[in-house]
T-cell receptor, first 114, second 111 residues
Framework: GAVVSQHPSWVICKSGTSVKIECRSL??????MFWYRQFPKQSLMLMAT?????????EQGVEKDKFLINHASLTLSTLTVTSAHPEDSSFYIC??????????FGPGTRLTVT | GESVGLHLPTLSVQEGDNSIINCAYS??????FIWYKQESGKGPQFIID?????DKRQGQRVTVLLNKTVKHLSLQIAATQPGDSAVYFC??????????FGTGTRLLVSP
């Protein structure tokens, strides 16, 4: 199956700093990638849809100025959590959509804000 | 609105038994359904999918059944193994390319 990677796999940062998470499709091109957030023992919540070459589409309630998304190429999307606060601590997961509409997920990034 | 629900939050089975995980959905316009397996601390792993023009699809040890009349989806795992222990999510695609996820069912397999 298609492989999606994320980097870093975990990160600890101080309150007020910014953190960038990368999502890469390793063996296919993805015009569309998605960013999800998952709290412990809960389901995945879609944050935004990332489209190559255009602005991301954010879900209701997600602050676009706080969660900056850049889909720079057909294999890379980045999520930057700006001015992070402890409540931003979560498991962030990306997925990449294939040409046949399947979505493959990355391994996730555990963010802890102290 | 779109919603996907699961009947059982936790399912406990014995190794070797067959497991059935159920999922109900409300959006009759959905045309693509997927089952994912998520192990602790990892991203969801694709298991099997089915499109709305089918009512059954089989993979290796897994079968997905779709009943569009009652908006019900199920995942059957044959000869469940301890390595199958995980949280299973159903998800459905929408007309906007997004996936809506269910709340998840934890499958516990005891030896």
């Amino acid at each position: 199956g298609a492989v999606v990677s994320q980097h870093p796999s975990w990160v600890i940062c101080k309150s007020g700093t910014s953190v960038k998470i990368e999502c890469r499709s390793l063996d296919f091109q993805a015009t569309t990638m998605f960013w999800y957030r998952q709290f412990p023992k809960q389901s995945l919540m879609l944050m935004a849809t990332s489209n190559e070459g255009s602005k991301a589409t954010y879900e209701q309630g997600v602050e676009k100025d706080k969660f900056l998304i850049n889909h720079a190429s057909l294999t890379l999307s980045t999520l930057t959590v700006t001015s992070a606060h402890p409540e931003d601590s979560s498991f962030y997961i990306c997925s990449a959509r294939t040409a046949t509409a399947e979505q493959y997920f990355g391994p996730g990034t555990r963010l802890t804000v102290t | 609105g779109e919603s996907v629900g699961l009947h059982l939050p936790t399912l406990s089975v014995q190794e070797g038994d067959n497991s059935i995980i159920n999922c109900a959905y409300s959006n009759s316009a959905s045309d693509y359904f997927i089952w994912y397996k998520q192990e602790s601390g990892k991203g969801p792993q694709f298991i099997i999918d089915i499109r709305s023009n089918m009512d059954k699809r089989q993979g290796q040890r897994v079968t997905v059944l779709l009943n569009k009349t009652v908006k019900h989806l199920s995942l059957q795992i044959a000869a469940t193994q301890p390595g199958d222990s995980a949280v299973y999510f159903c998800a459905m695609n929408t007309g906007f390319q997004k996936l809506v996820f269910g709340t998840g069912t934890r499958l516990l397999v005891s030896p």
